[in-house]
């Protein structure tokens, strides 16, 4: 298509008159509804009118420059108000009828008839007809561009609409307040913010920007972009006049920005000026902000608000309350919004399906999705989303296939589910199978589809696949979609470094945007690493980038400090964020957990419920957990917990909580009350129930429930070597040696051996890593004499190997000699020469700790007077002065 550039305005881009009927569609859009009595009697009329017998011909097959001798006497304001008829009873045909006869007298070149004509048409939603009248006009006027441009804008052919502005602009026309609102909708809906800052200093220039229309729709131009966010507060502060759209535009902006306390701010100073009263939009758009922020006392606020003002009918609001309860209220609260709703639309049905789905009942949704009188891709993407969200792979697939079978409408989103479900199923034959049925219909070079189709590698296992996958992308064109993908991939797969590095190298390439899921798995690798150092630097590019403001990011921020032994700023990431979900206080809980503060968990437990947030399972289990680490004994409180958890929240308790308050009973030697509970389980335990009574068991040195407990984990995970060492450390414990040892020869003739320890320290932003008699670290001879001396002033302070640690059938000394070079020992080691004297060290490990290390370190830490902070499986150890935060039980 040729590109003519406007002589005299080089911003007006129009097509070529050889082109011109491409803009526009060959023929009218004809939408013929059911005339009225009325409307019929008026077309008969004018009909009567004409020459006799013969009927005018329609308008879009009239000549426009059509001329007739004859003039028909009739009043001109007869037309006004069969116009007016047409619009309000949407007859198309009767428009055109006044137009035919329009024409005949010659009056259709003339703005005063010819405006109302393009009024009526773009009403009726016939823009064809509009343009026809508007180019058969001798000296269009300022209404006639400004109805065009609005009609063009708000019929998805907002390029016409610019292209139209910009005529009228150059033929010497000055726009109007409505013209402004007309463009600037155009760039609203095209996203076009350099053009509608442009649009706005001419605003200024011209003196309109006191027009409160005007100021709305510059408003609502720059509330669509989170970089303008500022401009929408400043425009709304100096508007000398507002109305509820002003009002509407900003709080609207304010909860797209996750800005949701400023949100209710506005609300309330709404309320207090009596010139305005709220409406269906307003309390919509506060219940969405409510949803997202979780402020559940708010939100039921609204909902009475809109009972007392008569807004609780309103279509959106129940829709908006729907949303709410799904997130804040009960599976009662959503349904009950439901049954009194007297209208519904598919938005209604779909909420109620991804509701449903949200609390788990699956059978609830399917049963919604069947009665839903009309289906469209959303409601199908919402069943298998939900599917996905609840682990139902297969359902996933089979839906799929019917949707396949019935020549259904496959979006991104259709496959991207059907994609996750193969990555939950880790069947790699399967996956292959959607691979192929992807790229053979074209998806493949979607870059959202081929992410979901990496992830689902990488959840798989097949890193090899997925690695394959993203360099041939990487060589065609590199995408920042994929790149985050690939991080997470690592990440999942144990493979951190490989994730720290594809960011680096990423980001000083410039080939990747750090947008909030790339900044989410980031955070979440320097947390696994504890790269305190890089993950600070991460925090202040998403505080420059405003993703500060994702809910995910700030939750991923407040793990990775507490991850990195840095109480103090998680907590500060906690407070400073916008709005809170369940997982930012399930992040807040769990970190006092990992220092051992039990006290503090139930401390923010107490403000939880206090606020009245509902909440989840994960939750439960923390609280639970919380128990065992508290100062006190606390058991008939967790008992209470965890015996109401079903009555009060709603939870049905899983193996999770079962095995949490298991460990808390035998935490404080409740040893037969946990046995009990274990053995009253309405459902078979899993092993992690009984490990958490073998576990405490080996604290208490109880050997006679620890053998039964321990034949229960053997026959239901006879090929788990963590069991057997757990056996092995009860007896060592109690002192039964020779019970020890043949647990740890069973271990041997099977084959079995027990996950490699590895252990690591940051420095210099470098990850150094120490397996068992590691000796591949470049200064391994420094390393190594370094410990040998470490050894031998703890032993001349007190320090006793404990050689039960040690798996292999050798010499005694032999076995003092594998216990020495553990991979914490070579790791702190490694820590005291490499930073300064009264500097911590900061260890971080994979598994738990043995017994022989934590003693170890106790030692060190009184003879190089430092202190030493360890992360294990079991949460943090702070060694000072020989003695450790656990209190010697982990």
């Known amino acids: 298509m040729a590109t003519v550039i406007h002589p005299q305005n080089p911003l007006l881009h129009l097509r070529s008159s050889s082109s011109s009927s491409s803009l526009f569609p060959s023929k009218p859009q004809t939408h013929h509804l059911p005339t009225s009595i009325a409307t019929a009697t008026a077309t008969q009329h004018l009909l009567s009118l004409s020459e006799p017998q013969q009927r005018p011909p329609l308008v879009s097959s009239y000549p426009l420059n059509y001329s007739s001798s004859s003039l028909i006497d009739v009043d001109i304001d007869r037309f006004f108000s069969l116009l ?5 009873s949407g007859d198309l045909s009767l428009a055109r009828a006044v137009h035919a006869s329009i024409v005949k007298l010659q009056e259709d070149r003339d703005t005063h008839l010819g405006n109302p004509l393009i009024s009526a048409y773009l009403k009726l939603g016939h823009v064809f007809g509009a343009y026809k009248v508007f180019t058969g006009l001798s000296s269009p006027n300022v209404v006639s561009f400004t109805a065009l441009i609005s009609g063009f804008a708000k019929s998805s052919r907002e390029q016409e609409a610019i292209e139209l502005f910009f005529r ?18 155009a760039c609203i809906r095209m996203l076009q913010l350099e053009l509608g800052s442009q649009v706005h200093a001419l605003v200024v220039k011209m003196g309109y920007l006191d027009s409160v229309f005007v100021a709305n729709a510059i408003m609502g131009l720059y509330g669509k972009f989170n970089s303008s966010f500022d401009y929408v507060l400043k425009l709304f502060d100096g508007m000398p006049q507002r109305d509820i759209t002003s009002w509407n535009t900003v709080i609207s902006s304010m909860a797209k920005e996750i800005k949701y306390q400023k949100a209710f701010d506005l609300f309330r100073d709404m309320k207090r000026n009596n010139a305005f009263r709220v409406d269906y939009f307003t309390i919509s758009t506060l219940l969405t902000a409510c949803t997202g922020s ?52 598919i938005i209604t049905w779909t909420e109620m399906i991804v509701a449903y789905m949200e609390f788990g009942l699956v059978g609830l949704a399917v049963e919604m999705f069947d009665k839903m009188p009309e289906k469209n891709c959303v409601s199908y993407s919402a069943l298998l989303a939900g599917f996905c969200k609840n682990g139902q792979a297969m359902k996933v697939l089979d839906l799929f296939v019917k949707m396949v079978e019935e020549g259904l409408v496959l979006t991104d989103f259709t496959l991207t589910s059907v994609i996750n479900a193969c990555g939950l199923l880790m069947d790699t034959k399967l996956s292959e199978q959607i691979q192929g049925f992807v790229m053979k219909f074209g998806f493949g070079s979607n870059a959202h589809i081929e992410a979901s189709l990496l992830d689902m590698w990488t959840r798989c ?16 064109q590199v995408n920042s979609i994929i790149s985050t993908s690939m991080i997470c991939g690592y990440a999942r797969n144990g493979q951190p470094e490989d994730a720290i590095s594809l960011f680096q190298s990423s980001q000083s390439e410039g080939t990747m945007v750090a947008d909030e899921v790339a900044l989410t798995s980031i955070f979440g690798v320097c947390g696994t690493l504890g790269f305190h150092e890089m993950g600070k630097q991460i925090h202040c590019h998403a505080l420059k980038t405003g993703f500060l403001s994702d809910l995910g990011v700030g939750n991923s921020l407040i793990s990775m400090y507490f991850k990195c032994y840095n109480m103090n700023d998680a907590i500060k990431a906690f407070n400073v964020m916008p709005s809170h979900d369940i ?15 039990g006290d503090e968990a139930l401390t923010v437990w107490s403000r939880m419920e206090n606020a009245s947030i509902k909440p989840d399972t994960v939750t439960i289990v923390l609280i639970i957990s919380a128990y065992r680490v508290t100062n006190s004994n606390l058991v008939d409180r967790c008992r209470k917990l965890f015996l109401s958890m079903k009555t009060v929240y709603g939870i049905e308790p899983t193996s999770e909580h079962y095995a949490s308050f298991v460990s808390v009973l035998g935490h404080w030697g409740f040893l037969e009350e946990a046995e009990e509970v274990i053995n009253n389980m309405p459902f078979e335990p899993k092993a992690s129930v009984w490990r958490a009574l073998l576990d405490s068991c080996r604290i208490h040195l109880n050997t006679s429930i620890g053998k039964r407990v321990s034949k229960h984990i053997l026959s239901m995970e006879p090929q788990d070597p963590s069991t057997y060492v757990l056996v092995s450390n009860l007896y060592s414990a109690s002192g039964r040696w020779h019970n020890s040892e043949m647990v740890r020869e069973d271990m041997r003739l099977k084959g079995f051996r027990k996950h490699p320890s590895r252990s690591w320290i940051i420095h210099q932003n470098k990850l150094h890593s120490f397996y068992a008699r590691d000796k591949s670290h470049p200064q391994e001879k420094n390393i ?9 002033e703890c032993l001349k302070a007190g320090y006793v190997p404990d050689t039960s640690f040690v798996l292999h059938e050798v010499e005694e000394q032999q076995k003092k000699n594998f216990l020495f070079y553990h991979s914490a020992k070579l790791a702190a080691t490694y820590g ?59």
């Open 84 to 88: 007016r008829l047409s619009v309000r």
């Open 832 to 890: 005291l020469l490499t930073t300064r004297h009264g500097q911590p060290i900061r260890i971080m490990k994979n598994i738990v700790v043995c017994g022989d290390c934590h003693t170890f370190l106790k030692h060190v830490s009184v003879i190089t007077k430092r202190e030493i902070f360890l992360r294990d499986a079991s949460g943090f150890h702070c060694f000072v002065n020989g003695q450790c935060s656990c209190k010697d039980y982990w």
């Open 294 to 345: 979780f402020s559940s006392m708010e939100g039921r606020a609204l909902h009475a608000h809109a009972v007392r003002t008569g807004l609780e009918a309103n279509l959106s609001v129940n829709n908006a309350l729907i949303g709410f309860y799904t997130k804040c209220g009960s599976v009662k609260d959503v349904e009950t919004v439901f049954q009194r709703m007297a209208v519904r639309d």
């Open 784 to 792: 190594y004499s370094g410990l040998e001396i470490l050894i031998l």
């Open 583 to 597: 997982v930012s206080w399930n992040g807040l809980i769990a970190g006092h957990l990992l220092f051992r503060e």
């Open 168 to 185: 009228m602009t150059s033929e010497g026309i000055q726009p109007n307040e409505h013209s402004f609102v007309a463009i600037l909708t």
């Open 461 to 476: 296992g097949k890193m090899v696949n997925a690695e394959k996958m993203f360099h041939r992308r990487v060589s065609d």
